[in-house]
């Protein structure tokens, strides 16, 4: 099926409303759906013999800023038999503060069992919370970490149980990932750094 198709596909069992925007001539066509009624979409898309995408390949999330005041989660999906292709967006809107309600947006972890790591790390990256999820919780950040390293306004902490966190100059002084230090730039007192200072 053809992203046109697939649009009409959804509107024909949904209602037109249920599709926010579309853009058919982006890199990467795409629909943007109402966020309450994703995982309705996503069972049909999933279950119906027409479309039967059988694979989330991707799920991810993005920030479009403390301006824009929103944030989205994008959803690649993929049918193995058929080798047809389309990307679902929600938008939803963005906490600019810690004391504003996280963003929230409900799990499709029931319909593509990958959702459920993906979504996680969507939690933790980005600070959206997957309502209905059956274990949302941190996935690569330990569970008391503050905030949320890919949102677009995020500061690094200064100490994490009492270690630094920041490694300033961290590269120049010790070579980046074992290369000499004459590869990369900054000269230091140390020519070899098996060698101690006189």
Request: charged share 25%; aromatic share 12%; with cysteine.
């Amino acid at each position: 099926m053809t992203f046109g198709e697939l649009q009409q596909f959804i509107e024909g069992k949904f209602g037109a409303e249920v599709i926010l925007d579309a853009s058919a001539n982006a890199l990467q066509p795409y629909l943007i759906l109402q966020p309450e009624r994703l995982p309705e979409v996503c069972l049909e898309l999933h279950d119906n013999e027409q479309t039967y995408f059988d694979y989330l390949s991707c799920l991810t999330g993005m920030d479009n800023g403390p301006e824009a005041g929103t944030m989205e989660v994008i959803y690649t999906l993929y049918s193995i038999p058929y080798d047809h292709h389309l990307t679902l967006k929600v938008r939803v809107p963005r906490n600019n503060t810690s004391e504003e309600v996280i963003p929230q947006v409900p799990t499709v972890s029931h319909i593509w069992r990958t959702a459920d790591w993906h979504e996680r790390e969507v939690f933790d990256m980005f600070g959206i919370y997957f309502k209905d999820h059956p274990d949302m919780r941190r996935i690569l950040c330990a569970a008391d970490w503050e905030g949320h390293p890919l949102r677009k306004d995020y500061k690094l902490q200064e100490y994490y149980h009492g270690i630094k966190v920041p490694f300033d100059q961290h590269n120049e002084l010790n070579g980046f990932k074992g290369e000499p230090q004459w590869m990369v730039g900054q000269p230091t007192p140390f020519s070899d750094k098996r060698e101690k200072p006189e």
